[in-house]
């Protein structure tokens, strides 16, 4: 059965950071693709970033280009969320995602597996 847990969430001020980890159990890590969505109090869920499986192409929401970094560690079965000059709209609930296939995407049902989720809060 594969298992994702989320880490990293917390309490910051705007224009700091912070750093989101996922690890994966339950299958081979390395062949797919992963993806991190987020959702606001009232809001549907939606994409922030995405990974291949090599780590060698990603994609971002528009919202977050320039600000959020995502990469991985296939050694490590772990996909990590940088994230840079938090806004408070920024301020959600984060999920990691798994895909069955090594291409990422966007879409939140072009995911198999969900995280249970982490805690981010911006504050003004």
């Known amino acids: 059965q594969v298992q994702l847990v989320e880490s990293g969430g917390g309490l910051v001020q705007a224009g700091g950071s912070l750093r989101l980890s996922c690890t994966a159990s339950?299958?081979?890590?390395?062949?797919?693709?992963m993806g991190w969505f987020r959702q606001a109090p009232g809001k549907e869920r939606e994409f922030v970033a995405a990974?291949?499986?090599?780590?060698?192409?990603?994609y971002y929401a528009d919202s977050v280009k320039g600000r959020f970094t995502i990469s991985r560690v296939n050694a490590k079965n772990t996909v990590y969320l940088q994230m840079n000059s938090l806004k408070p709209e920024d301020t959600a609930v984060y999920y990691c995602?798994?895909?069955?296939?090594?291409?990422?995407?966007?879409?939140?049902?072009?995911?198999?597996?969900w995280g249970q989720g982490t805690q981010v809060t911006v504050s003004s």
């Open positions: 990974i291949n499986w090599s780590g060698s192409s990603t």
């Open positions: 995602a798994s895909r069955s296939y090594s291409d990422p995407r966007s879409t939140a049902s072009a995911y198999d597996y």
């Open positions: 339950g299958r081979t890590f390395s062949s797919y693709a």
